[in-house]
């Protein structure tokens, strides 16, 4: 037991993301963009902009378009859709999707929107006529960048490495330290660092009290 | 087990951790065993190189053999670099193998693989990032089927 800490992984891939992890957390609070089939009374006072005015009790009219984060949208998505209609970000639309079957490699996921497949998955929650091509899309930008990851993760011992991240999205970064941590094992069993003993990292911290504090 | 009897110039199978144990105490010298010949290296290495699956090795534990043999022992084995760098290159021509086999096994999306004659090592090496990646892959493939409406509260 080396680590102090165990985290909780993110559920985002899959059907529901996981309450406890702060990846999903993160990713959760991006922002989509939602317009409200209903008006909602006294939200204008968070959205000057789009209120009707103090004399309709500060509401936010029907049909306005808000940016909410992800987590509000989907408490508030209905499939009866009485509250909200949610538009797709531009990078899971058609044109997009086309970049990506060109050639995944070229993008830069990180700059997209960090959480680019949690988010994904996530959106699909919201039953859009879409929804097989956005899954299908980021099945297959996946399946185009794993190569690069596999190679530039296995390869680069002891480099900076903050090059070769900076087009990755979180997911694939979570990947890339997999790789790294295998490559480092195996670097430090061929140094022989496997049958030293070195001091738990728990412990390191430990300073040791001098004698002269504990007499007073 | 029971080993011995020990007499001085004559030959006997030992453990290899009593091996390295009585080489570090100074008590005898290694013989290094049958496959670590230049030879007989280089015609596995360029066996190797020219099949495109995994050529079996001559022992399960070839890296971690090479590697106690060659730290501890090297002044018994005889060319103990160039044996070192025809085991280094063996070992690389199969991870590379192993990771031109992962790629399209991730691009055909093909739900099984078998490889022969790989050994623990190289699994071990490449296999936590690849079951990852697969545990990824496998969650996305699975948000293609269309899901069953989780419950939702009418009002």
Redo the contacts between chains.
Sequence with gaps: MSEAYFRVESGALGPEENFLSLDDILMSHEKLPVRTETAMPRLGAFFLERSAGAETDNAVPQGSKLELPLWLAKGLFDNKRRILSVELPKIYQEGWRTVFSADANVVDLHKMGPHFYGFGSQLLHFDSPENADISQSLLQTFIGRFRRIMDSSQNAYNEDTSALVARLDEMERGLFQTGQKGLNDFQCWEKGQASQITASNLVQNYKKRKFTDMED | GDLGPFNPGLPVEVPLWLAINLKQRQKCRLLPPEWMDVEKLEKMRDHERKEETFTPMPSPYYMELT?LLL?HASDNIPKADEIRTLVKDMWDTRIAKL?VS??SF??Q?EAHAKLDNLTLMEIN?????LT??LN??Y??????Q??E??Q?QDF
């Design positions: 590697k730290n990771r992962a790629d991730v691009r999306q090496t490449s296999g936590t990032f990852q990646a990824h892959m969650k996305l493939r699975t948000n293609l269309p899901s409406s989780t939702s």
